[in-house]
T-cell receptor, first 115, second 116 residues
């Protein structure tokens, strides 16, 4: 099992450019999450999904969109990148049953720099 | 809204010292779950432990131990006889029960450096 994978690992964008981060999991998890990690702020939830075809906003959703067309994939999009979106992005997934109790499995992260 | 505070931004110890990482949480819910994750220099987050709000038993796993005290809203993590491999960022996190869908609220993280 590959677990949770993220593509790409690194990316540099110019302000105003767009991009999509791909997260894939092979554990048949229902729930998937996107977090961003910034120095001194821990991880903050951007968007999450509780199943194929569903998405919901987290704590810091502005400037991001997501899609979950297939159960195993969760895409995070930046339509017009801003320097404030420079961060490390983590995808995570978990089982839905007893969801609050289940630990989340994290991908390796994507380091994004917006110039 | 819930909140998790890790007041120690950075801790530096020498190998074999014991070290305690503090975690204080805030929530009005009676059902919640607490987690600790480790982020080594390689970057990925690794699950260490979870605790539910109804289980105040302390837990020990090898050199790691966790002290959960509802009276002080704390869930502290102690590493005994620290090793260089323990150097990492450690996160405490909280999720609510019910229909929270496992959404985690993280603390700011504590950077632990263990010197040889």
């Amino acid at each position: 099992n590959a677990g949770v994978t993220q593509t790409p690992k690194f990316r540099v964008l110019k302000t105003g450019q767009s991009m999509t981060l791909l997260c894939a999991q092979d554990m048949n998890h229902e729930y998937m999450y996107w977090y961003r990690q910034d120095p001194g702020m821990g991880l903050r939830l951007i968007h999450y999904s509780v199943g194929e075809g569903t998405t919901a906003k987290g704590e810091v959703p502005d400037g991001y969109n997501v899609s979950r067309l297939k159960k195993q994939n969760f895409l995070l999009g930046l339509e017009s990148a801003a320097p404030s979106q420079t961060s490390v992005y983590f995808c995570a997934s978990s089982f839905s049953r007893d969801s609050s109790y289940n630990e989340q499995f994290f991908g390796p992260g994507t380091r994004l720099t917006v110039l | 809204a819930q909140k998790v505070t890790q007041a120690q931004t950075e801790i530096s110890v020498v190998e074999k010292e014991d070290v305690t990482l503090d975690c204080v949480y805030e929530t009005r819910d009676t059902t919640y779950y607490l987690f600790w994750y480790k982020q080594p220099p390689s970057g990925e987050l690794v699950f260490l432990i979870r605790r539910n709000s109804f289980d105040e038993q302390n837990e020990i796993s090898g050199r790691y131990s966790w002290n959960f005290q509802k009276s002080t809203s704390s869930f502290n993590f102690t590493i005994t006889a620290s090793q260089v491999v323990d150097s990492a960022v450690y996160f405490c996190a909280l999720t609510l029960g019910g229909t929270s869908y496992g959404k985690l609220t993280f603390g700011q993280g504590t950077i632990l450096t263990v010197h040889p």
